[in-house]
């Protein structure tokens, strides 16, 4: 069975610092790999995945992630942070079933 | 266009009442999602059609009942629900099973 496991529950940088937030899956062949973000009071938005290809992905709000086979782990960054960053972000895998999602990390943005 | 909708944005009920939350995708996606999630929880999958069809009821009680009109429509018929019902309902969809699934803002249930 698939799973996945966010490394920390809250994470809090200040603005300007790199963002690292952590995601690692278990599954015997590679999934699909997705981050959402999720705002106070709203849905999911999708922030990149990872299907086939390139293991460098590129996302939306300057956000990206790698995939790495040889370490199960899909970990999300941003070079600077933003206020805005401020949310929920959830790691999600997919196999051959819907989406199995990580507990999700708070990332607060101290200014 | 990625957009999905859903209909109210918050609803309050009594333990009696009956009531639907509607959901709407015009992107041709075949694949239709249910979650429940309540306050600093994931996302928990409560249904999923595929192709008009039932594919997934993940043990959700019978006081919650979908329903997918067609393939542009996804209701959630809730009837006799208690207050731990109580939680954000989010509907998705996605082009297949597996692909990327697409959010609507959800809705706020508060069960009285």
Sequence with gaps: AQSVTQLGSHVSVS??????????????????????????NQGLQL?????????LVKGINGFEAEFKKSETSFHLT???????????????VSLNTPLVFGKGTRLSVIA | DTEVTQTPKHLVMGMTNKKSLKCEQHMGHRAMYWYKQKAKKPPELMFVYSYEKLSINES???????????SSLLNLHLHALQPEDSALYLCASSQEGRETQYFGPGTRLLVL
């Design chain 1, 15 to 40: 603005e300007g610092a790199l963002v690292l937030l952590r995601c690692n899956y278990s599954s015997s062949v590679p999934p699909y790999l997705f981050w959402y973000v999720q705002y106070p």
């Design chain 1, 47 to 55: 922030l990149l995945k990872y299907t086939t290809g390139a293991t």
């Design chain 2, 60 to 70: 959700v009680p019978s006081r919650f009942s979908p329903e997918c009109p067609n």
């Design chain 1, 78 to 92: 941003k070079p600077s942070a933003h206020m805005s960053d401020a949310a929920e972000y959830f790691c999600a």
